[in-house]
């Protein structure tokens, strides 16, 4: 996936509840993890209000600018801050499979954050059960 | 459970262990999750000093006041802080089962941290493995 | 492991490497955890200016001093930060295995985070799957 603005939330439920009916198991575990180290994949409430909170939130604990802030920019990258709010909001989930569904609570669903878009990035889906 | 606060952390370890004798099984994995998105599973010390600073820090990183201060509370809510908060702390651990038993280092015990509480709300346990 | 240093991060990838051609296993997944309460697994970018600035980073979200400054260090520890840092950077990695190998993106690293070293400590791998 290609997000197009720096930091942006994307919710991919409907992305895994896909993979795990492709799959066929019915009890198990399922793993969904950003393969790049500047992005996250999380599970929280799917409201908008919210998002610009943990944008506004996250800007603050690991501020972009100053770029020269971080000494990871002296490679000639400047996303030094992506590395850190990567941290805060998690790399992974592994949610449960009951019955060939995601075990989920009443407003949980799984997004992918990016914290350095515009590039192209992936997410990995690992079902383990049967 | 039902959390008599807004902000708790409640030692489920036992609750853990006993689901775990339950399902018979000896080497595998164990999934522990909040079903709530401002809820967390967290693994730490049981010390109470520790839960204190704890509040204090999730407070001062998050704020719960002022109510107006996040754009989720829009939606008539009040635990916009909650929803960060979690973050913080985490959703879910996975604990290793080796010879039926919670595969544990000398202080881990399992906390369910509740950030918007006197409402009821679940823990997932799913475990896999043989 | 013994870390020389209060804070420090160590690659562990390819102790883990070596745990899962070990083990037989070809696909599952890969359970990655410190065992101890002031430590973390992690996945990130082996780049020395990103240690440095998680460093500063760390220290300034959760600093060592004033040690008054946690209840816990009332135990008569001196590591009521450290019990903080390691939940900003996280308790566990779980990794997908797939054809035998980690299920990587292209920089994902796994590192084992003290925050309170000169002591021992270890790290348990657990991998299930067939």
């Given at each position: 996936?290609?997000?197009p603005a720096r930091m942006d939330f994307v919710n991919i439920t409907s992305d895994v509840e896909e993979?795990?009916?492709d799959s066929g198991i019915q009890e198990g575990l399922c793993l969904i993890n950003a393969m790049h180290i500047t992005a996250s994949?999380?599970?929280n409430d799917d409201e908008s209000g919210l998002k610009h909170d943990y944008k506004r939130w996250l800007e603050q604990l690991?501020?972009?600018e100053p770029v020269s802030g971080y000494r990871h920019n002296m490679t000639g990258?400047?996303?030094g801050d992506a590395h850190h709010k990567r941290q805060i909001m998690g790399r992974e989930v592994v949610v449960a499979v009951t019955k060939g569904?995601?075990?989920f609570?009443?407003?949980e669903q799984i997004f992918y954050?990016?914290?350095d878009g515009m590039r192209k990035k992936r997410v990995l889906i690992k079902i383990i059960g049967e």
């Open positions: 996936m290609m997000v993979a795990l009916a994949v999380f599970i690991a501020p972009h990258e400047d996303n569904r995601l075990h609570g009443p407003w954050g990016e914290f």
